[in-house]
């Protein structure tokens, strides 16, 4: 499978904890994405990485979120000290630009965080 | 603040019935996506729209692309139980020195289609 991969696919963890997901993109795509969707929501944009420069960042990523593409290659994002309003599925996608606009972005099957 | 405003929220129709979707902004968009997500799993991509009036069709689902590039469409003609989903539209944002940017998606539109 060349799909975008995530891993865990759910984590379970208490408030204060801290998680990191996992991104194994689409091997010839340079680009990569965070999104965080919560349930009948749209996903909502957290970072990208073009290649392994971090290009931009939403405000949603507060302090405690730490996004990381060190080859170029996965990418990991990580939460620190966990609050229960970071319960959501946050959705990897990677993609390639085409003609100087947004490719499609290929997305994985999400890593969904619940924090009791 | 929403970019990309969606409408409806939520569509409930019987097998047969057609409807249309709207994504709506105030922002210029350099493309538009329309993708389609099914529970407990990623959303996929219909279609891109990059041009001004564009309109590009996939079997029963029409796509529309605004003249100014701000708002689009998506019309389904005798929807059937397997369109039911979670319909997003995504605008392709100018980003900064690569001139190419992020992705911004609406809120969705949740579709049943009841048989």
């Known amino acids: 499978d060349t799909g975008v991969s995530q891993d865990p696919r759910h984590k379970i963890t208490k408030r204060g904890q801290n998680v990191t997901f996992r991104c194994d993109p689409i091997?010839?795509?340079?680009?990569l994405y965070w999104y965080r969707q919560t349930l009948g929501q749209g996903p909502e944009f957290l970072t990208y990485?073009?290649?392994?420069?971090?290009?931009?960042k939403s405000r949603l990523l507060s302090d405690r979120f730490s996004a990381e593409r060190p080859k170029g290659s996965f990418s990991t994002l990580e939460i620190q000290r966990t609050e229960q309003g970071d319960s959501a599925m946050y959705l990897c996608?990677?993609?390639?630009?085409?003609?100087?606009?947004?490719?499609?972005?290929?997305f994985g099957e999400g890593s969904r965080l619940t924090v009791l | 603040t929403q970019l990309l405003e969606q409408s409806p929220q939520f569509l409930s129709i019987q097998e047969g019935e057609n409807l249309t979707v709207y994504c709506n902004s105030s922002s210029v968009f350099s493309s538009l996506q329309w993708y389609r997500q099914e529970p407990g799993e990623g959303p996929v991509l219909l279609v891109t729209?990059?041009?001004?009036?564009e309109v590009k069709k996939l079997k029963r689902l029409t796509f529309q692309f605004g003249d100014a590039r701000k708002d689009s469409s998506l019309h389904i003609t005798a929807a059937q139980p397997g369109d039911t989903g979670l319909y997003l539209c995504?605008?392709?944002?100018?980003?900064?020195?690569?001139?190419?940017?992020?992705?911004?998606f609406g809120q969705g539109t949740t579709l049943q289609v009841k048989p």
């Open positions: 995504a605008g392709g944002l100018r980003g900064g020195p690569s001139n190419t940017g992020k992705l911004i």
């Open positions: 990485f073009q290649n392994e420069a971090q290009l931009e």
């Open positions: 091997s010839e795509h340079n680009r």
């Open positions: 729209v990059v041009t001004g009036g």
């Open positions: 996608a990677s993609s390639l630009p085409i003609g100087g606009k947004t490719g499609e972005l290929f």
